[in-house]
């Protein structure tokens, strides 16, 4: 009986998993009609809630109150969203400036009714000041009953909804003319507020659950070897510049450097000339500058002196077979390169690769963009002056873009972290094989270095916030930032009473900065997406960042206990078991506040999700991988309930699988399955 509702939830983790797969393969009216809408799949979670009922009142477990409210409070989401499915409906409603209508189409493409009429006044497009970038969209509607009487005028928006007699209507779309707009519905009168219910006590659970003198976590905090902290350090694991062609045309540095501060309307925002010229150098050549000259003197050189700047070798082209098929010895061509006579020579190449996904074609497509760039510079279209309508930044946000302009904070840090966290490597292993203890001055400098490059980060993202005017979590570069932030707060937090902690922190922010810095993600700040323009973004991804950064601990722990266990088989030092114990005291500590700050995150998330757009839950594969991570280190709690857990090895490998699932949830959908919360192309 014990290990049956672990087993199913396993594999209702598992399946759930699987579907994401074949919604890439097919799509998800698909997987809707033959996984999450089928009998069998509310029948998989509906054995699930009873036999892990049964197993609860079986061991007494509800005369621990805190677990009581936690477990509780699945059993209430589950029957929301169980009431939700068979009780609540959604689809579509089209409005057409001044024609009342009461009908609109389900999901079932049926049409239904409303049990009153809405007419929409009129629509307008919000923009970002000064750009084209959309802000919000905006319907104005009026209500009225079938007997002709307007009972209300509402405002729908993005993040601004509109309920009437159990309906919600939410701002989905608009018609080119701007003479109309789609508003989706939803009738759900029970089960949100069901599901709602069980949020809360489940946010009352966790917190009780963390908070409770008798419970697990604090138990945890007042183990003896929790409270004797560290006995050891562990940790895991510019090229030549050539010269600038002496008879090429520059603008003097004094009169560029003075551009700098100049405002311009860029990537829909505005700011610096500063950032639109780095970015620019930093797209076509892949370094913010040309041999030694600024990216404000390349940019206006090549406005200035086209014909000498066309026949500059710059347009970087790092794929050797699209260089040889453009004749190109080395890794870089000029933009004369690519045209012969008038003929473009990557038409005919894109032509023969377009639909593949080939590394080629991939190649082609980069190089394409950085010829469209360089035409719009000399087209005069790249840079749009500030119209004098539009409000100009004002000199302090100006200079905070210009230092984080200069400054490359992520290429600094990842190379200063990674080198002291292989540095705190090299003397972990040397204490331990000659077992010397760390000095008091040694403590005091790696805690000082721990703090300083946590100070140096922390300074850079609040930089990149005050630029954006918010939260900066708006795709996978500034994700990837505030994970490694929360990391090494962690880090800072921890180190006092686990000193090991420091090299984690080095080596976990210096890896996750290093793929940001690498990786194909976009660095350029730009306007939240209108749906993204909630108070809710920054809670939800900021909880799920910190939990993955929790777990990121936990997996390197897992990994280093294997090793001591390994080591342990062949020399049964009473130490290495002391260590092992610690490792796994550890990680059980650190699972308390990572799940359930990634449960609450979700939670945050469904909450956001139905405020903006009507439903709390769409199995997107984003959201099913967060289900599976929350279901499988939910797992590892139960301990009593599933023994296996108290032997170290099953407990550090489930660890390390366990993270294998979060990074499926982060890199695996972005990059491979997409969906709505995909950052691959953001």
């Not at 049926?110 to 919000?126: E, G, N, T």
Request: charged share 15%.
């Amino acid at each position: 009986m014990k290990p049956v509702p672990f087993i199913l939830l396993f594999l209702a983790a598992a399946g759930i998993g699987i579907s994401t797969f074949v919604e890439d393969a097919h799509d998800m009216p698909f997987v809707q009609t033959y996984v999450y809408g089928t009998w069998w799949f509310k029948l998989l979670w509906t054995t699930v809630v009873v036999t892990s009922a049964a197993l609860f009142a079986h061991r007494k477990t509800w005369k621990n109150l805190p677990l009581l409210i936690l477990h509780l409070s699945f059993g209430v989401i589950f029957a929301g969203a169980l009431t939700t499915a068979f009780t609540g409906h959604k689809g579509i409603l089209h409005l057409r400036k001044g024609q009342p209508t009461g009908e609109y189409v389900n999901e079932r493409k049926q049409v239904a009714r409303l049990p009153f009429m809405m007419r929409l006044d009129s629509f307008r497009i919000a923009y970002y000041p000064g750009t084209e970038a959309p802000a919000d969209y905006v319907s104005q509607i009026s209500c009225q009953h079938i007997d002709g009487d307007i009972f209300a005028r509402p405002v729908v928006s993005m993040n601004r909804i509109f309920s009437a007699q159990g309906y919600r209507f939410y701002q989905s779309s608009y018609d080119e003319d701007l003479e109309g707009s789609w508003l989706s519905v939803n009738y759900d009168p029970w089960g949100t507020g069901i599901t709602y219910a069980g949020f809360c006590l489940m946010g009352l659970g966790c917190l009780l659950l963390l908070c409770a003198r008798g419970g697990g976590f604090r138990r945890l905090l007042r183990h003896p070897l929790i409270r004797k902290g560290g006995l050891f350090l562990i940790a895991l694991f510019w090229g030549c510049q050539l010269k600038a062609d002496p008879a090429l045309p520059v603008v003097k540095r004094v009169q560029a450097d003075s551009l700098a501060i100049q405002q311009v309307v860029y990537n829909d925002r505005v700011s610096p000339f500063n950032t639109l010229a780095r970015d620019f150098v930093q797209k076509i050549y892949g370094r913010p500058s040309f041999h030694g000259i600024t990216p404000e003197q390349v940019v206006s050189s090549w406005m200035l002196y086209p014909e000498e700047w066309n026949r500059t070798p710059i347009i970087r082209i790092k794929n050797q077979e699209l260089r040889t098929a453009l004749g190109l010895k080395e890794e870089y061509a000029s933009l004369n390169h690519l045209f012969d006579g008038t003929q473009y020579k990557l038409q005919p190449l894109w032509q023969r690769e377009q639909g593949n996904r080939s590394k080629l074609a991939q190649a082609i497509q980069e190089t394409d963009e950085k010829v469209g760039l360089i035409l719009m510079l000399r087209q005069g279209t790249l840079i749009r002056p500030l119209p004098p309508d539009v409000p100009h930044l004002s000199t302090q946000e100006v200079n905070a873009e210009l230092w984080y302009n200069r400054i490359p904070f992520s290429k600094i840090l990842f190379m200063v972290n990674l080198t002291l966290g292989f540095a705190a490597f090299g003397l972990f292993m040397f204490r331990m094989l000659t077992g010397r203890k760390e000095k008091a001055v040694s403590r005091r400098v790696w805690g000082t270095a721990l703090c300083l490059t946590t100070l140096f980060h922390a300074t850079g993202y609040a930089l990149r916030g005050y630029i954006r005017g918010g939260f900066p979590l708006s795709n996978g570069y500034e994700t990837m930032q505030f994970v490694a932030l929360a990391v090494l707060l962690t880090a800072c937090l921890l180190q006092r009473r686990f000193p090991f902690t420091r090299p984690f922190g080095f080596l976990l922010s210096g890896f996750t900065l290093l793929v940001a810095y690498l990786g194909e993600m976009n660095p350029q700040i730009t306007p939240l997406m209108p749906v993204l323009a909630s108070p809710w973004l920054s809670w939800h991804v900021s909880l799920i960042m910190i939990s993955y950064g929790l777990f990121a601990f936990t997996f390197l722990n897992g990994i280093l206990a294997l090793c001591l266990i390994g080591k342990q088989k062949n020399t049964a030092s009473p130490i290495t078991g002391e260590q092992i114990e610690q490792l796994t005291l550890l990680s059980r500590l650190l699972l308390y506040p990572g799940t359930f700050l990634l449960g609450i995150g979700i939670v945050l998330g469904a909450v956001w999700a139905n405020v903006s757009w009507g439903s709390y839950w769409s199995w997107d594969p984003k959201e099913v991988w967060a289900l599976a991570a929350f279901i499988i280190y939910g797992i590892s709690f139960h301990r009593n309930s599933l023994p296996c857990f108290q032997r170290p090895w099953v407990f550090h490998g489930y660890m390390v699988f366990a993270f294998a699932v979060v990074l499926m949830t982060y890199f695996g959908v972005n990059y491979l399955l997409g969906g709505m919360h995909s950052y691959a192309n953001s």
